[in-house]
Each structure stands twice: as C-alpha cells, then as structure tokens.
T-cell receptor
Framework: EAQVTQNPRYLITVTGKKLTVTCSQNMNHEYMSWYRQDPGLGLRQIYYSMNVEVTDKGDVPEGYKVSRKEKRNFPLILESPSPNQTSLYFC?????????????FGQGTRLTVV | AQKITQTQPGMFVQEKEAVTLDCTYDTSDQSYGLFWYKQPSSGEMIFLIYQGSYDEQNATEGRYSLNFQKARKSANLVISASQLGDSAMYFCAMRIYGGSQGNLIFGKGTKLSVKP
C-alpha cells in the first residue's frame, strides 16, 4: 500500500529537549516536504527536499532542521523545541516535475511543547 | 508571490443540499495546478480533486466538482448532496510548475459543518 508514515503520532515534550519526527514513504517519490498546521493559518511549509541530499527552506524554517540521506526518509529535527512550536505537523511526498501529481500526506504528528 | 485565499472560515449546510467553498488564487505563472484536500476531525489529509491551468473542462470526482474560472482566478469546490461525513476542514492548494517543482501553497481552510 502506498503510504507516508510519520512517527510519533502524538508527542508531549519539554522546552529545549531535542526531538526528531520521522517520515518515511514507500512510493519512490523524489519530492518530500514538512508542513505545520496552526488554527487559522492553514498549512505552512517548513522545509522541502527535491531529492537525496537536496533540501531547502520553506516559509517557516526557523527552529527546525531536516536531512535527506535516503530517498525514502525525511526526518524533521527540533534541536531546542519551544512552546511556539506546538503544532500539528505533516510530512508529504510527491513525484517531482509533474504538475498534476497529488501530494501524499502522513497521518500527522501532534506536538506539544511545555 | 503566489497566494491562496479562502474567505470562508466556517460554513454550515443542510444535509442533502449542495455547497460551494470559495478559493481564489494569485500567480503570474501560466502553468499551475489547483487542488482541494479534505481534513476530517481525525486529522488526515485526503486528496479530493485536481484542476490544471490548461484544462478546459471543470474537474469532477463523484460528488465533488471544481468550478474553475481562470479569468477570475477562482477555483471553487462544489459538493453536491452534502452528507454528514462531509463535515471537515477543506483546504485549497496550488502548485506552480518550475522553481521548486513541488511546493504546494495552501489557503487557511474552510470548516464545513453539515447539519442533519
């Protein structure tokens, strides 16, 4: 089954404690991205990757890091989480270079930083 | 700069009636794609429908249709015969060809509530 898998689904952590949210896709997609969703703001892109070892900043990259060492994995790293990073996070993947290809989303990670 | 605007934060519709969710977009690119996603209360993002900028016909998928008016830069989602299970957040999104070749730009969403 084609899917994007995020872990964990729910996470409560304390300010400053480094965490990683994993994302893996099994569709051989070149393009992967991370979004955060906040009430009234919709989905905003954090980082994206067009292929292995190629990453770039989205609209709200501050406080986040990513890496793309393998095509299937695109982890999101919060080195020192702060309460303003409390949000719902989505990983998405799609084929690159095709306008009409839909983005496949993971099930989301609800992060609370206290 | 590319932008998606959804002006209806929340809407109510009676079960079995049709409803239109508004979406306007802003881009100077000629090649782009428009998408609608549904997010039920469980949180997952579900792809509904796609319209390409060069498509002459409005896209349809079952009870969903996209009312594409290129000159007005609008891409409204029409849901016919609403069902209780249609209660959800709906997001309009746009992808531009070229550049990052994949970025989806989202609107802020419309929360649809279907009343029995």
């Amino acid at each position: 089954e084609a899917q994007v898998t995020q872990n964990p689904r729910y996470l409560i952590t304390v300010t400053g404690k480094k965490l990683t949210v994993t994302c893996s896709q099994n569709m051989n997609h070149e393009y992967m991205s991370w979004y955060r969703q906040d009430p009234g703001l919709g989905l905003r892109q954090i980082y994206y990757s067009m292929n292995v070892e190629v990453t770039d900043k989205g609209d709200v990259p501050e406080g986040y890091k990513v890496s793309r060492k393998e095509k299937r994995n695109f982890p999101l790293i919060l080195e020192s989480p702060s309460p303003n990073q409390t949000s719902l996070y989505f990983c998405a993947s799609s084929l690159r270079g095709r306008l009409n290809t839909e983005a496949f989303f993971g099930q989301g990670t609800r992060l609370t930083v206290v | 700069a590319q932008k998606i605007t959804q002006t209806q934060p929340g809407m109510f519709v009676q079960e079995k009636e049709a409803v239109t969710l508004d979406c306007t977009y802003d881009t100077s690119d000629q090649s782009y794609g428009l998408f609608w996603y549904k997010q039920p209360s469980s949180g997952e993002m579900i792809f509904l429908i796609y319209q390409g900028s060069y498509d002459e016909q409005n896209a349809t998928e079952g009870r969903y249709s996209l009312n594409f008016q290129k000159a007005r830069k609008s891409a409204n989602l029409v849901i016919s015969a609403s069902q209780l299970g249609d209660s959800a957040m709906y997001f309009c999104a746009m992808r531009i060809y070229g550049g990052s070749q994949g970025n989806l730009i989202f609107g802020k969403g419309t929360k649809l509530s279907v009343k029995p």
